[in-house]
């Protein structure tokens, strides 16, 4: 920036009411909030994509559904496949131990693990889509609060180049510029916003994607019966029950 723009930026600042403040502070307010969001979420799903990457490798390379529930129960379930799996195979050892003595447990054992894996994939849909409101918000607000900066700066340069009596190009272009700066702000917040909110609904839109055709898979092991023991056809009923939970429900 060279030194006249950035005294033309601090001339314009220092020049400000109380109304330009307020804008300067809600435009500000926006970006914190949505760059934190962005840093927050992208460090959030490259965590969970290469956690995905190592729980599905060990996944598919188990023998058996009984070695998935070991190695979850040493590794505590961290991004949504390992959480879906092991919500899953608890709903079937649940149902084929207990079986249906509640409402929530009504019907067969598939029926109920697929009540189970649904809430999960529900649960994972709203983790994932949190903080988008606000993103969407900041990308579809921050241009307009701009504009009312510019238009309210606008009105007072005209209004201090009336009082003046000095209506000259030069007099002229030196505010109004000055006031456009607040929709190069409102432009600044909103582009990051939009770009972010862009990228991550693609991203969730993917994950969730690749966790359906997971729980498909899943269903069709949990419901077989087949490789669900650790001879590799031992049925849901007959899984150890030292893998148990302790907690009566499936969450």
Excluded at 64 to 70: G, L, N, P, R, W
Excluded at 177 to 199: D, H, K, R, S
Aim: glycine residues 8%; negative net charge; hydrophobic residues 50%.
């Amino acid at each position: 920036m060279e030194p006249s723009q950035a005294l033309g930026l601090v001339e314009f600042l220092a020049q400000t009411d109380a109304v330009s403040r307020t804008a300067l502070a809600v435009l500000a307010a926006m970006s914190v909030a949505s760059w934190y969001l962005i840093v927050v979420k992208a460090l959030h799903a490259w965590r969970v994509a290469r956690r995905r990457a190592h729980f599905m490798e060990a996944f598919w390379n188990s023998p058996s559904v009984h070695a998935v529930a070991a190695h979850l129960e040493e590794h505590h379930p961290e991004e949504p496949f390992s959480h879906l799996a092991w919500h899953g195979i608890v709903a079937a050892r649940h149902h084929a131990r207990h079986g249906a003595n509640r409402l929530n447990e009504a019907g067969s054992c598939a029926e109920f693990v697929t009540r189970a894996i649904r809430r999960v994939i529900d649960e994972e849909t709203a983790r994932c889509e949190s903080g988008l409101t606000v993103l969407a918000s900041v990308g579809s607000t921050a241009p307009f609060v701009g504009l009312f900066g510019t238009v309210w700066g606008g009105y007072h340069a005209l209004v201090a180049i009336g009082l003046s009596g000095q209506g000259t190009l030069d007099k002229v272009a030196g505010p109004v510029g000055e006031a456009l700066i607040m929709t190069a702000f409102g432009l600044a917040v909103a582009i990051p916003a939009v770009l972010g909110y862009n990228t991550f609904v693609r991203s969730n839109r993917l994950l969730l994607a690749r966790l359906d055709a997971f729980a498909h898979d899943l269903f069709a092991i949990l419901t077989t019966g087949s490789h669900l023991g650790e001879d590799g056809a031992a049925p849901a009923a007959a899984l150890p029950a030292d893998l148990e939970p302790t907690a009566p429900g499936v969450h």
